[in-house]
C-alpha cells in the first residue's frame, strides 16, 4: 500500500485514476494543478505522484521542478496525453513518461514496478 | 500768257482774213459773178494753203519736239528709260511734256532696278530653297520619256544629266513599280496629283532608295508635261525601321521564339532596304566554351538574279518583311549553308579572331588583296568589300556580323558601317539577353519545383498543426470516457456472478463503448505520429538491419493474415546515415499497407541493392495495384481507399524518406500488385 498523489486538472479523470488505483489499494490525494500539488507535497509525505503536463496556473513541468527541490528521491510519472515534451529535458528527471490511455494497465504496471525497486531500495 | 497770244494770232490767220474779204466782195453785184469764179479759185488755193501750212507748218514749228519725244516712247518701247542727252531745253509746251518723260523714264527706271534686285534676291532664295531638300525631280512627256531631270536626282541615282534626256524612266531605273506607272497615268488622265508613299527605287546605276514620289501635271508652252518629285525618305525610314527592328526583335524574344529567328530578324535589319541596306550579312556566334566562332545565320540573295527578284518584291509594297523572311531564307539557302557549315578557332589567329579581340570593326576594301586573310574565309566571304563588326554586349564579344553589298557594289560608306556598328551593339544585347533570359527560364523552372516541394512541405505542416492541435483535444476526454467504460466492464464482469441479464447487457454495452474509443485512440496516436515535430537521430545504419528489426515485429502477424515474406537482401549494402526507429516505421507502415491490400494472404518481397550513390529498397506486394488515377495520390495525408484507416500510413512514410533527403515512388508491376521502390542518399 502507497500513498499516491494524482496531479490532473481534468476532474473526471483524475477520479478516474483515483478510483482505479483506490482498488488497487494505495491511498489517493488528488490535486488539480500544479501550484496545489507543490503544496501538498510540501505538507505531506507520499510515496508517488502522477503528474499531468498540462494544466492552468501551473504546468507539470514547472510543479516538477519544485517538488523535486523539496523531496529529491520522490518517484514521480509523468502521465500526459502529448508526446512531445520527451523532447523537454526537465521531464528527463522524472522516473517515467506515459502517454495516457483509456487502458490504466501501463500505468498500473509502471506503479508496482516503481514502488517495488523503491521498497528493495 | 503767251498762250492767249498764239490763240490771238492764230484767230486772225489768213484763211479766216481771207473768207472776211470774200464776204465782202459778194455784197458788190458788179463783181458778183467774176466774184463767184474767184471765189472757187480762192477755195481751191485756201484748201491747198491750209493743207501745206498744216503740214509743213506743224512738221516747221514742231518737228525737232515731236521727234524727241517719239525717240523717248520708242525707247520706252524696249524697255529703256533713260536718256542719255537731253535734247530739248525749250520752255514751250512739248518741250515740258518731253522732260516730264524723260523725269518718269528715270522714275520707272530705278523701280524696275530695284524689282530686279528684289526678283534676284528672291530667285536666289528660291534656288537654295529648292537645292537644299532632299527633293528630286524630273519633268516627263506624255511618251513617259525624260524632258529635263533636276542635277540633285542625277547625282543621287549616278546620272549624266544629259545622257537620260529623252530616255523612258523604265530605261533608267531597274524595274519600274506598277505603283508608279499608274500613278503617272492616273495624273495623266485625271489632271490630279498623286503621292506614292515608300516607293522602292533602283536605278541602272544601282543606287537603291526608298522614296516618297509625288506626281502632278503641268503646262508648259501649250504642253501637257508630268512633274515627278522623288523625296527621298530613306534615312527618315531606316530610324523608323531599326527602332521598328528592336521591338520586333525583344518582342520574338518575349514570344520565346527559336534563338534562330532572332538571329534572322537581327539580319533582316542589316539587309532589307529600310533596314541597314546591306545586299547580304552573316552572323557568327561565339560557342559556349568560347574556343570557337561559329556561323549561325546568314541573310542575302545567292545571285543577282535572285536579288533583283528579291528588291521588285519589296518595291511591290511589301515593305515589312514579315512574311518574306523565310521567302528570303528560301533564296539565300546556299549561302546560309555554307554559314551555318563554318567555323572558325578563337585561339588562331584570324581576321574574326582579332575583331573578336579588338572589339571593333575591319572594314576591308579588298579581298584579294589583303595578305592577313586566311583562304578559308576568302571563299566563304568571296567579295571585294566588306565590313565585320563585333556584336559587344558590356564589354564582351559575343560574335561578328558579316556585311557586304555583293550584287549592286555599292561602296561601304563611314557613316553605314557607323549604323552597323550601333545596331550590332543593340542586337548584341538581345542576344545576350536571350541567352540570360533562358538561363533564367531554368533557373525558374527549377525554383518551381523547388516551390512544389516546399508548398507539398508546408501543406502536411499545416495539417500537422491542426491534427496535432484537434488530436490532443479529443484525446483527453476520450481517455476519460475510455477509462470509465473499461471500470464499468470491470464492475460488470464482477457483478456477473450473481448471472443477471441485465449486467451481461450493461458489460456488452461498455464493451463497444470501449473498442470504439480503442480504436479513436489508435487513429489519434497515428496521427499524433505523423504530426510530432521530427527530430531525427542520424546515424549510421545498416538498412538491412532495419528491415529484420521490422520483419520479427511483424512475423505473427504476417502468419495470421497468411502473408508469405520473401527477403532478398543484398550483403554488402552502404550504411545510410538515418534514424533507426524512424525507419522501422517506414517498413513497418510498408508491410502493413501489403498485409492490408491482399486481405486473402499473398507475398510481400523485401529487396535491398546498392545503386551508383544510393540504397535501394524495394516493397513489393500482389495486391490490386493502385488505379491510375490514385497512383499521385497515395502519399498523400488521409488518403485512404481501405474502408477502416486514417491514411496516414504512407504520408508518414513520405515524410520521414524526404525528411532523410531520400524518395519513395511507387509503380504497378505488370504480373499485378505494386512495387514501392526507396531510395536513400550515401553519404560518400
Not at chain 2, 532664295?125 to 533636276?150: C, G, P, Q, R, W
Request: with cysteine; charged share 25%.
Amino acid at each position: 500500500m502507497a500513498k499516491i498523489l494524482i496531479v490532473e486538472d481534468e476532474q473526471h479523470q483524475r477520479e478516474l485514476y483515483a478510483l482505479e488505483l483506490q482498488d488497487e489499494g494505495h491511498a489517493i490525494d488528488q490535486a488539480s494543478n500544479g501550484k496545489e500539488a507543490v503544496d501538498m507535497v510540501k505538507a505531506n509525505k507520499y510515496d508517488l505522484v502522477i503528474m499531468d503536463i498540462r494544466m492552468p496556473e501551473m504546468d507539470g513541468i514547472e510543479a516538477l521542478g519544485k517538488i523535486l527541490s523539496k523531496d529529491k528521491k520522490i518517484p514521480i510519472i509523468i502521465y500526459t496525453a502529448y508526446s512531445n515534451y520527451k523532447s523537454n529535458f526537465m521531464t528527463w528527471t522524472a522516473d517515467a513518461y506515459l502517454t495516457k490511455s483509456s487502458n490504466l494497465d501501463e500505468l498500473k504496471n509502471k506503479i508496482r514496478e516503481i514502488l517495488a525497486s523503491r521498497s528493495i531500495a | 500768257m503767251k498762250n492767249w497770244i498764239y490763240r490771238g494770232l492764230f484767230f486772225f490767220s489768213p484763211d479766216i482774213l481771207f473768207a472776211f474779204f470774200v464776204a465782202y466782195l459778194l455784197f458788190i453785184p458788179d463783181v458778183k459773178a467774176e466774184i463767184l469764179g474767184t471765189v472757187a479759185v480762192g477755195l481751191a488755193v485756201m484748201i491747198a494753203t491750209r493743207a501745206l501750212f498744216h503740214k509743213l507748218g506743224r512738221r516747221f514749228f514742231y518737228g525737232r519736239r515731236i521727234d524727241a519725244i517719239r525717240n523717248i516712247l520708242d525707247g520706252y518701247k524696249k524697255g529703256r528709260f533713260i536718256v542719255a542727252n537731253p535734247e530739248l531745253s525749250g520752255s514751250d509746251d512739248l518741250s515740258r511734256i518731253y522732260r516730264e518723260l524723260l523725269t518718269l523714264g528715270k522714275h520707272l527706271s530705278s523701280i524696275i532696278n530695284t524689282q530686279k534686285i528684289e526678283i534676284e534676291k528672291f530667285q536666289d532664295l528660291y534656288n537654295s530653297i529648292v537645292f537644299s531638300l532632299s527633293t528630286y525631280y524630273m519633268i516627263l512627256n506624255d511618251e513617259d520619256k525624260i524632258v529635263f531631270a533636276n542635277s540633285g536626282l542625277c547625282e543621287k541615282f549616278h546620272f549624266d544629266q544629259n545622257e537620260i534626256v529623252n530616255k523612258r524612266i523604265d530605261e533608267i531605273f531597274y524595274f519600274v513599280n506598277r505603283r508608279l506607272i499608274d500613278g503617272i497615268r492616273q495624273v495623266r488622265r485625271y489632271e490630279n496629283s498623286v503621292v506614292l508613299e515608300k516607293t522602292h527605287l533602283l536605278s541602272i546605276k544601282k543606287v537603291s532608295i526608298i522614296a516618297d514620289i509625288k506626281i502632278s501635271t503641268m503646262m508648259i508652252q501649250g504642253k501637257k508635261l508630268e512633274i515627278v518629285i522623288i523625296d527621298d525618305v530613306t534615312n527618315k525610314l531606316q530610324k523608323d525601321y531599326q527602332i521598328s527592328l528592336m521591338s520586333q526583335i525583344s518582342e520574338s524574344i518575349q514570344k520565346d521564339d527559336e534563338i534562330d529567328q532572332i538571329l534572322h530578324t537581327i539580319l533582316t535589319g542589316v539587309t532589307s532596304g529600310a533596314g541597314l541596306g546591306f545586299n547580304r550579312a552573316m552572323l557568327f556566334l561565339v560557342d559556349g566554351k568560347g574556343e570557337n566562332l561559329a556561323g549561325k545565320m546568314a541573310v542575302g540573295p545567292d545571285s543577282f538574279d535572285e536579288a533583283i527578284y528579291i528588291w521588285s518584291s519589296i518595291a511591290a509594297g511589301n515593305m515589312k518583311d514579315d512574311g518574306t523572311g523565310i521567302e528570303k531564307r528560301k533564296s539565300g539557302a546556299e549561302l546560309l549553308e555554307k554559314v551555318l557549315n563554318a567555323q572558325f578557332s578563337l585561339e588562331e589567329d584570324s581576321i574574326f579572331s582579332r575583331v573578336m579581340k579588338n572589339m571593333k570593326y575591319v572594314h576591308i576594301m579588298d579581298l584579294w588583296g589583303a595578305e592577313d586573310i586566311g583562304i578559308e574565309i576568302k571563299t566563304l566571304i568571296d567579295v571585294m568589300e566588306f565590313v565585320i563588326v563585333p556584336l559587344v554586349a558590356v564589354n564582351r564579344a559575343i560574335g561578328v556580323i558579316v556585311a557586304d553589298n555583293k550584287f549592286n557594289k555599292a561602296p561601304i560608306g563611314k557613316g553605314d558601317i557607323e549604323l552597323l556598328s550601333i545596331f550590332a551593339s543593340q542586337a548584341a544585347l538581345s542576344i545576350e539577353n536571350y541567352v540570360r533570359l533562358d538561363t533564367v527560364r531554368n533557373e525558374m523552372r527549377k525554383i518551381g519545383e523547388r516551390q512544389e516541394a516546399i508548398v507539398e512541405s508546408e501543406k502536411l505542416a499545416a495539417i500537422g498543426r491542426i491534427s496535432a492541435h484537434i488530436a490532443h483535444e479529443i484525446r483527453n476526454p476520450l481517455v476519460t470516457m475510455g477509462g470509465y467504460a473499461r471500470r464499468i466492464q470491470q464492475l460488470a464482469k464482477e457483478r456477473e456472478k450473481e448471472k443477471t441479464k441485465e449486467s451481461s447487457g450493461i458489460r456488452d454495452a461498455a464493451k463497444i463503448i470501449l473498442s470504439e474509443s480503442e480504436r479513436l485512440e489508435k487513429i489519434l496516436s497515428n496521427v499524433m505520429d505523423f504530426t510530432r515535430p521530427a527530430r531525427y537521430l542520424r546515424e549510421f545504419n545498416s538498412l538491412n538491419d532495419v528491415i529484420i528489426d521490422t520483419v520479427n515485429l511483424l512475423k505473427n502477424l504476417l502468419l495470421e493474415k497468411k502473408v508469405a515474406l520473401e527477403l532478398n537482401l543484398e550483403n554488402d549494402m552502404p550504411l545510410v546515415k538515418c534514424d533507426f526507429n524512424q525507419m522501422k516505421q517506414v517498413i513497418l507502415n510498408l508491410l502493413q499497407n501489403s498485409v492490408d491490400v491482399m486481405p486473402s494472404g499473398g507475398t510481400v518481397a523485401i529487396t535491398t541493392k546498392s545503386v551508383d550513390q544510393s540504397a535501394v529498397i524495394k516493397v513489393k506486394d500482389t495486391g490490386s495495384g493502385i488505379d491510375s488515377e490514385d497512383q499521385a495520390a497515395v502519399f498523400e495525408p488521409f488518403f485512404t481507399t481501405k474502408v477502416t484507416g486514417v491514411g496516414l500510413g504512407l504520408a508518414i512514410v513520405k515524410k520521414i524518406i524526404k525528411d532523410h533527403g531520400g524518395d519513395i515512388t511507387v509503380r504497378n508491376m505488370p504480373e499485378g500488385g505494386c512495387e514501392f521502390t526507396i531510395t536513400m542518399p550515401v553519404p560518400s
